[in-house]
């Protein structure tokens, strides 16, 4: 789950990172009030889950409260379209009002799950302001990275080695060592799966602060902190995707045009392969998982269908508990006698009942294709396109 930054903000501030002064306003008033509390120059900052806020217009700097009243105004309620949002944009419902600072310098600093180290990664860089992944393309010197031990934690001595690495001066070690410190246990104690904080700025006066924040939760964990579940912001989320994790369906929209429904991540990875390598695009990833039932498969498949960029749909099913004779009759019950009626979908299925669930679906008046191998499917959806 992602947050606004303003929440995240809010949660470093409570586990001692040091982060700008302000207030977060849903309407043009209140950002008058929260500048006029300020009493200096402000940054009106929409709240979207995306980044590349400065360059679509979405950050203004001002200098008086009637100057933050016109940005919020301008602001909220318009949808902003930045490099991660996709030409649909984010709508903006509030805005971060809080002190302009004086930067002296912009260094960049994360935490994130690494499958390759296999824990928790510290990363550091003297090239704040810019995408981590631009940086470790092209200039890699530039990123210091730091493996946690899980069981020892974050030890002292490895954040006192990134502050060494940024070159931020001797007086500024220890501050800088202690947030990390304080970062890693805000990851750790809120289960989260990325904390970024890009810019991580040094200011006129000396101080060091976050002067950004960006927090993803993991989902999984969510069973620990049912006190994190008011932050969550349905607006800023895919409807398809929120609708999929409503049914209980592992579901990510992508850009293609063929639908995807298989049982297993490991088998729907696979599958994303296969489409591609036959020269299509996959519309989503979708697990349905092993112990589907009909409306459980009927309801992933409306949900495959309601993506108006789907024109071909692909079923790839490895029968064990979920039955193919179950999963036919919950392809029947999501698309016989509607509008999707004649929609071409492709059917590989194996396992448990699969030839009653092929005879059900050849019995039906519904576009269906039946193929048995993987190279079946590639040639199937070549066909298709």
Do not use: W
């Not at 692909?314 to 004649?342: C, K, P, S, Y």
């Not at 929609?343 to 048995?372: F, P, Y």
Request: proline fraction near 4%.
């Amino acid at each position: 789950m992602k947050i606004h930054e303003y929440q995240a903000k809010e949660i470093l501030g409570k586990g001692g990172v040091v982060v700008p002064e302000g207030g977060v306003a849903r309407t043009p008033e209140e950002a008058r009030a929260v500048a006029t509390r300020l009493g200096r120059k402000v940054v009106v900052k929409a709240q979207v889950h995306a980044g590349g806020r400065g360059k679509a217009g979405g950050i203004k700097v001002v200098s008086t409260p009637q100057e933050a009243e016109e940005a919020a105004k301008a602001l909220l309620g318009t949808t902003l379209v930045t490099f991660q949002t996709g030409p649909e944009g984010a709508p903006v419902n509030s805005v971060l009002v809080e002190e302009a600072i004086d930067v002296k310098r912009e260094l960049y600093l994360g935490l994130v799950i690494d499958g390759a180290a296999q824990g928790v990664v510290v990363m550091a860089s003297a090239a704040g302001g810019m995408e981590i992944e631009e940086v470790a393309e092209k200039t890699p010197e530039l990123l210091l990275r730091e493996k946690v031990d899980p069981v020892l934690g974050l030890l002292p001595f490895q954040g006192r080695k990134i502050a060494f690495g940024l070159v931020i001066g001797p007086k500024l070690v220890r501050p800088l060592s202690t947030m990390i410190a304080n970062l890693y246990q805000v990851f750790l104690d809120n289960d989260c799966s990325l904390v970024e904080i890009n810019p991580l700025v040094v200011t006129a006066d000396g101080r060091i602060l976050a002067a950004d924040a960006k927090m993803d939760f993991e989902d999984d964990a969510f069973f620990r902190h049912p006190d994190l579940e008011y932050l969550r912001d349905t607006s800023q989320e895919d409807p398809l995707e929120l609708r999929a994790r409503e049914a209980d369906v592992s579901y990510v929209k992508l850009d293609g045009t063929v639908g995807c429904l298989v049982n297993g991540a490991g088998l729907a990875m696979a599958t994303l392969d296969v489409i591609g390598e036959s020269g299509a695009r996959p519309a989503n990833f979708l697990d349905v998982g092993g112990g589907a039932n009909e409306e459980k498969v009927a309801e992933a498949l409306r949900i495959i269908l309601s993506d108006p960029n789907v024109d071909t749909v692909l079923i790839n099913i490895f029968g064990g508990i979920l039955r193919g004779d179950m999963i036919a009759a919950g392809i029947l019950a999501a698309v016989e006698g509607t509008e999707h009626q004649d929609r071409r979908i492709v059917v590989r299925m194996l396992g448990t009942n699969a030839d009653q669930g092929r005879q059900m679906l050849q019995a039906s008046s519904l576009n269906v294709s039946l193929v048995e191998d993987l190279g079946d499917v590639a040639e199937a959806i070549r066909a298709s396109n």
